[in-house]
T-cell receptor, first 113, second 110 residues
Framework: NAGVTQTPKFRVLKTGQSMTLLCAQD?????MYWYRQDPGMGLRLIHY???????AKGEVPDGYNVSRLKKQNFLLGLESAAPSQTSVYFC????????????FGEGSRLTVL | TQLLEQSPQFLSIQEGENLTVYCNSS?????LQWYRQEPGEGPVLLVT?????EVKKLKRLTFQFGDARKDSSLHITAAQPGDTGLYLC??????????FGKGTLLTVNP
């Protein structure tokens, strides 16, 4: 999964703190996505971007903000973290617009106390 | 809201057994994908099915897309411990947004 890099891999926050997750891809992909994965819930789409300078809401956007200032980077921000945001976050980019195959990063595990 | 239901949620079998995982949708997707995820890693695409009635084979894995494009199945023949993992089906929507099922956690015991 060297093409999509997420930082940090692990983070512990206190309720109310803010943080930013960085996703970087070096494959010149247009479309990028942020998903969260919770036990028994599968992956749910938070926000996505169809190109540099664009962002859109997914299924569970509340409490998160995103930015895509550069094509290769997609940032996910938590302004005031809540325990309900404890999750594993995955960034992905479209590998092929023909097949719609997503190429995922390795995930970022966030714990909010 | 489009939903994908996977069954079973958990499956524990012995090496050499066959198994089938099901994925059922409340609506039609343009295509459906199956991913496999190992602990500590992101999901990796196994296959994309597009046409109703389509059958694709990937070594010991057989994927089928229902005629109405609302359901799919994954069949594994002679399962091996290396098949252990979380299997996810996902429907492809507009802008390639994926709707995932909750997953089937497969354990193949040696």
């Amino acid at each position: 999964n060297a093409g999509v890099t997420q930082t940090p891999k692990f983070r512990v926050l206190k309720t109310g703190q803010s943080m930013t997750l960085l996703c970087a891809q070096d494959m010149n992909h247009e479309y990028m996505y942020w998903y969260r994965q919770d036990p028994g819930m599968g992956l749910r789409l938070i926000h996505y971007s169809v190109g540099e300078g664009t962002t859109a809401k997914g299924e569970v956007p509340d409490g998160y903000n995103v930015s895509r200032l550069k094509k290769q980077n997609f940032l996910l921000g938590l302004e005031s973290a809540a325990p309900s945001q404890t999750s594993v976050y995955f960034c992905a980019s479209i590998r092929s617009q023909t097949t719609g195959e997503l190429f995922f990063g390795e995930g970022s595990r966030l714990t909010v106390l | 809201t489009q939903l994908l239901e996977q069954s079973p949620q958990f499956l524990s079998i012995q090496e050499g057994e066959n198994l089938t995982v099901y994925c059922n949708s409340s609506s039609v997707f343009s295509s459906l994908q199956w991913y496999r995820q190992e602990p500590g890693e992101g999901p990796v695409l196994l296959v994309t099915v597009v046409t109703g009635g389509e059958v694709k084979k990937l070594k010991r894995l057989t994927f089928q897309f229902g005629d109405a494009r609302k359901d799919s199945s994954l069949h594994i023949t002679a399962a091996q411990p290396g098949d252990t993992g979380l299997y996810l089906c996902a429907g492809v929507g507009s802008n390639y947004k994926l709707t995932f099922g909750k997953g089937t956690l497969l354990t193949v015991n040696p």
